[in-house]
């Protein structure tokens, strides 16, 4: 019992992804997730809160977030890590 109390479900799991904006405007949304698709980085854009974020990957750990955000940083995109 203890174990599970101290350690999420597999469906609780705690995910990182990398930000690299949020706009009001869709199209500005848009054209950056197309900008990163081209460049083969696996972008979405999630919706909440009026904004339209957009998003790179979808990692298990911390590590593999950071590993992406330093190729985005790389390539000249504004990054934070978000869960």
């Known amino acids: 019992i203890l ?28 054209a950056l997730l197309e900008e990163l698709l081209e460049m083969d980085f696996p972008a979405r854009i999630e919706m909440g809160d009026g904004y339209y974020r957009v998003r790179v990957g979808n990692f298990e750990t911390l590590n593999e977030a950071t590993a992406m955000e330093q190729r985005l940083k790389r390539a000249g995109y504004p990054t934070v890590i978000v869960t």
Request: hydrophobic share 25%; aromatic share 10%; proline share 7%.
């Open 3 to 30: 174990d599970t109390l101290n350690h999420p479900a597999p469906e609780e799991a705690v995910r990182y992804s990398v930000q690299t904006g949020a706009y009001r405007n869709r199209r500005y949304a848009q």
